[in-house]
Each structure stands twice: as C-alpha cells, then as structure tokens.
C-alpha cells in the first residue's frame, strides 16, 4: 500500500529538483519497465496494476523488491502517463562519473540538447545502431527527465550518457570528430572511420565557436526540398546510418 507521504514522493520526482534531492527517478509504461526487470537494474520499488501483476506473474516470481499493486487511476496519477495502466518503477540515480569512457568505439557528443524528446529519441537511436555512449554538455536535457526516459522506449538501459564540458573532452579525444554542419561537405561522400566522435549542436544555436578548433570534419546532410533545417534527433539518425555503411 502506498501511504500519503509515498504518492507525494513520487509524484515529485516529475521535478528535476526533487530528483536530485532523492536521488530518484521514475520508469513507467509497460515496455520500459519489463525491459528494466529483464536487465536486472537496480529498484527501489515497483507499483504496478493487476494486468500487469498477472500477464507478467513468471517475470514477477524472481523480483526480490517491494511490489505494490495499485488502481490504474492510481497508476496515471502517479506520474506524466495519463496512459500509464501498467507498472512504475521508482529508481535509483546512476552515477557514471568515475566511469571512463571507452575510447576504441564510437560515440555521440551533443552540445545543449535541450528538449527531452530529442535526446530520448537520440538514445534509442544510438541503441539502435550499437552506439552505447553518449557525451552531453552540462545544459544538455538530464537523461533521467521522464520524458526522455519515455521516448528512448527502454534503450537507456543499454546507453550510457555522460554529462561533461565539451571542450576538454574533443581536445583529449583520439577519434576523428565529425560535426554537423549546414556549411560542410556532402555527408553522402565522406568515408567515415570507426571509431568516431560525431557532434550534433541544438536546431536553435548549432555547435558553440569555441567547438571548432577541434572538428576534423563538417558534414551537411543536403536538401532535396525546402524546409531549412532538420531535427536534431533526424538528423542524428542519419549519421549514426552513414558512420554504420
């Protein structure tokens, strides 16, 4: 049962502030939070629905931590899912800051990425194409906002992403670093290496000047019709498919 004071916290972590208070986030939705018992991550407790409890009764049967079965009324509230009629898991922060970055495979570096839609869908694109490490600067959106965790459909299970000033980071880097670049050459030309950096800046400001010193490469994706820019998190996808062919 969750008292008063439970719902309240919960609820709260909704808040970046509170997130970093408690040190909290939250997983909800079906699909995520299966994938996040299958995983074997770290919960700290799991509210879930009757269906849920019994269409995954075997998955159930090894999980050792508090579970609390809950309306699905309840469930919707509890979180940013109206829709949410499944299960929540309440998890522990992950720190990677002492965690090094592993330099023999590629990665993505992003430079103030800031709607939690874009990077959500930015990871479970990495995923996708087997990139499991991304770089974000430190006003990049959080990983654990729930919107991001929502929108990366469980692969932020399987990416790392790592919150560091970008400057220090390219000028140690090993690999080529190839840029998004309106101004570059035809990425459809270019013979990229593997292991590579590839820097993505935000649709509003681009890539910071003082990036720029450290690009070996500026790629534009060309337009065939007229709108004057692409999603980032498009445009990402596209690159992850080049660097991959």
């Known amino acids: 049962m969750l008292s008063k004071n439970d719902i309240k916290i919960i609820k709260s972590l909704q808040n970046k502030k509170y997130r970093k208070t408690y040190g909290l986030f939250t997983v909800e939705g079906e699909k995520n939070v299966v994938e996040l018992i299958q995983a074997q ?134 690999q080529p670093i190839v840029a998004a670049d309106l101004q570059g050459s035809n990425i459809y030309e270019h013979q990229f290496k593997d292991p590579s950096i590839i820097l993505m800046g935000s649709e509003s400001h681009g890539i910071p000047e003082e990036l720029s010193s450290y690009i070996t490469d500026r790629l534009t994706i060309p337009s065939f019709g007229e709108t004057e820019s692409l999603n980032v998190a498009i445009a990402t996808g596209i690159f992850c498919y080049a660097l991959r062919k």
């Open 41 to 174: 991550w770290r919960i700290q407790r799991l509210i879930i629905s009757e269906r849920f409890a019994e269409k995954y009764r075997t998955l159930l049967s090894s999980f050792r931590q508090e579970i609390t079965v809950v309306s699905e009324s309840l469930l919707g509230e509890l979180g940013h899912l109206e829709s949410n009629h499944a299960a929540l898991a309440v998890v522990p922060m992950v720190d990677l800051s002492k965690e090094q970055l592993d330099q023999s495979r590629s990665m993505l570096a992003l430079c103030n990425v800031q709607d939690p839609g874009n990077l959500g869908t930015i990871i479970r694109t990495a995923d996708w194409f087997g990139i499991h490490q991304i770089v974000c600067s430190p006003v990049t959106v959080e990983w654990f906002n729930p919107k991001v965790i929502q929108a990366t459909m469980g692969a932020f299970i399987r990416v790392k992403v790592f919150y560091q000033e970008l400057e220090p980071f390219l000028k140690n880097a090993r």
